[in-house]
Nanobody
Framework: VQLQACGGGLVQPGGSLRLSCAAS????????MAWFRQAPGEEREFVAS????????NYADSVKGRFTISRDNTKNTVWLQMNSLKPEDTAVYYC?????????????????WGSGTLVTVSS
């Protein structure tokens, strides 16, 4: 599946952003979806994931309560709503897809990756 993420930008601490990831090429509802991020000089880390049907989600502890992942299988799109942003959320954010027959929202082992979108949280 091909993935294209967008929605990044510069935001002040405490602000909000909504990232979008559009998928094409395969049956979107066959894939669990996730967001990862990579800050400068750091390894890529898991942010959030959502199951094929959208009923299950997982979040990194660092974003729990602030970020929300959602999807619309009729639009082949997954979103990441980011609220109460902090400078430490600054990173390139990537969406990822994993073909699965289960209803789980994996935290790792994703197969397909989109281009990243840069989020900068700074005053």
């Amino acid at each position: 599946v091909q993935l294209q993420a967008c929605g990044g930008g510069l935001v002040q601490p405490g602000g909000s952003l909504r990232l979008s990831c559009a998928a094409s090429g395969r049956t979107f509802s066959d894939y669990a979806m996730a967001w990862f991020r990579q800050a400068p000089g750091e390894e890529r880390e898991f942010v959030a994931s959502i199951s094929r049907g959208g009923k299950r989600t997982n979040y990194a502890d660092s974003v729990k309560g602030r970020f929300t992942i959602s999807r619309d299988n009729t639009k082949n799109t997954v979103w990441l709503q980011m609220n109460s942003l902090k400078p430490e959320d600054t990173a390139v954010y990537y969406c990822a897809a994993k073909y699965t027959v289960t209803g789980y929202a994996p935290l790792r082992d994703y197969d397909d990756w989109g281009s990243g979108t840069l989020v900068t949280v700074s005053s």
